[in-house]
């Protein structure tokens, strides 16, 4: 089965404790990326990834890090963790960037205390 | 920049009314158009897209026309159904070229409840 797969779904943690959350897509999609969703701002883009070794910032980078060394996975790092950080986050693939629609995982609940 | 702007929410409606969510976009050009469903506790999943102007997507009852002159894209949906309940969130992407190449854009999300 086509999925885009997160873990963990949900992750309580500390300020500064850093943490990753996984992403893996089995549809052998170029294109990859992470946003983050919060009430009434909708989802904006933390960064994004047109293949292998290529990322690039998107409108929210600040206290993110991702790496792109496999075409199937896309981690997002969160170094030092801050309560501002509390979101709920999606990572998303497409087949490449032109246009097409995204497949997006079902999303890690992430609480910073 | 680009941005989309969908209607506020949240939307009460009675099982079988009409539906519209309002969404209008700010862009430079012709991006591709696309209305994302999320149900509870799931991630976004395509409901419909177009990809030029006049163009309209259709899917599970649902429409939206690219409408290039008043850059709107507003969701209808004749008859709604419990089972219609999620968020809705319009969103724009571009095909090609540009220091946007392959962003998506989404509007802030409007939350639909339908009362059986």
């Known amino acids: 089965e086509a999925q885009v797969t997160q873990n963990p779904r949900y992750l309580i943690t500390v300020t500064g404790k850093k943490l990753t959350v996984t992403c893996s897509q089995n549809?052998?999609?170029?294109?990859m990326s992470w946003y983050r969703q919060d009430p009434g701002l909708g989802l904006r883009q933390i960064y994004y990834?047109?293949?292998?070794?290529?990322?690039d910032k998107g409108d929210v980078p600040e206290g993110y890090k991702v790496s792109r060394k496999e075409k199937r996975n896309f981690p997002l790092i969160l170094e030092s963790p801050s309560p501002n950080q509390t979101s709920l986050y999606f990572c998303?693939?497409?087949?490449?960037?032109?246009?097409?629609?995204?497949?997006f995982g079902s999303g890690t609940q992430l609480s910073v205390l | 920049g680009d941005s989309v702007t969908q209607m506020e929410g949240p939307v009460t409606l009675s099982e079988e009314a009409f539906l519209t969510i309002n969404c209008t976009y700010t862009?430079?050009?012709?991006?591709?158009l696309f209305w994302y469903v999320q149900y509870p506790g799931e991630g976004l999943q395509l409901l419909l897209k177009a990809t030029k102007a006049d163009d309209k997507g259709s899917n599970k009852g649902f429409e939206a026309t690219y409408r290039k002159e008043t850059t709107s894209f507003h969701l209808e949906k004749g008859s709604v159904q419990v089972s219609d309940s999620a968020v809705y969130f319009c969103?724009?992407?571009w095909g090609a070229g540009g220091t946007s190449y392959g962003k998506l854009t989404f509007g802030q999300g409007t939350i639909l409840t339908v009362h059986p």
């Open positions: 990834s047109m293949n292998v070794e290529v990322t």
């Open positions: 549809m052998n999609h170029e294109y």
């Open positions: 969103a724009l992407r």
């Open positions: 862009a430079t050009g012709y991006p591709s």
């Open positions: 998303a693939s497409s087949f490449n960037s032109k246009g097409e629609k995204l497949f």
